[in-house]
């Protein structure tokens, strides 16, 4: 089946640090990915998303790159700001299913 | 606003109750989802919805779960005789139609069974 594993929390930086995330998958055939972002008192909103090897999802000044060969989906920050500080989600779409596979989710923290 | 929209956004009941949980998609949004998140646990997918068609309930944990849509509208999650592992943040989702990438989330309903 479908699964998603993303480096756990709380990652804690200061501002405009550089942001990795890491998230890898596994899927039959080639699925989707994407980043969903959770924001203090907010409810999940997509961040961005790639649906095939190669491409490079990018919003907010975030980026990922679906790489097929080492099956991962690392979102990256080149600067991270006070208010990026959310619980963020990698997910798959793929392998038949009809719903989204999420990781566990990562805390961020970022100190001014 | 025209997103999606949950209630109760909180529940507490005692083990052995019925509960039911509502979501109203996206007005239009012909695709909606149920998904189950547990403390410190990723979101896990429990039953989708596409128009008329037969829903796919692969995610539904026992048969004590169960859920229904009326058309393109309202749909309702029912938890029988609920347990204490029931507890979670249950997440309601819709998209315009089945292949489109993007699933708009409601604020959730928190459920705690005593």
């Known amino acids: 089946g479908n699964s998603v594993t993303q480096m756990e929390g709380p990652v804690t930086l200061s501002e405009e640090a550089f942001l990795t995330i890491n998230c890898t998958y596994t899927?039959?055939?080639?699925?989707?990915l994407f980043w969903y972002v959770q924001y203090p008192g907010e409810g999940l909103q997509l961040l961005l998303k790639a649906t095939k090897a190669d491409d490079k999802g990018s919003n907010k000044g975030f980026e990922a790159t679906y790489r097929k060969e080492t099956t991962s989906f690392h979102l990256e920050k080149g600067s991270v700001q006070v208010s990026d500080s959310a619980v963020y989600f990698c997910a798959l779409r793929g392998g038949g299913a009809d719903g989204l596979t999420f990781g566990k989710g990562t805390h961020l923290i970022i100190q001014p | 606003g025209a997103g999606v929209s949950q209630s109760p956004s909180n529940k507490v009941t005692e083990k052995g109750k019925d509960v039911e949980l509502r979501c109203d998609p996206i007005?239009?949004?012909?695709?909606l989802y149920w998904y189950r998140q547990r403390l410190g646990q990723g979101l896990e997918f429990l039953i989708y919805f596409q128009g008329n068609s037969a829903p796919d309930k692969s995610g539904l944990p026992s048969d004590r779960f169960s859920a229904e849509r009326t058309g393109e509208s309202v749909s309702t999650l029912t938890i029988q005789r609920t347990q204490q592992e029931d507890s979670a943040v249950y997440l309601c989702?819709?998209?315009?139609?089945?292949?489109?990438?993007?699933?708009?989330f409601g604020p959730g309903t928190r459920l705690t069974v005593t």
């Open positions: 989702a819709s998209s315009l139609r089945a292949s489109a990438y993007e699933q708009y």
């Open positions: 007005s239009g949004h012909t695709a």
């Open positions: 899927a039959t055939g080639y699925p989707s």
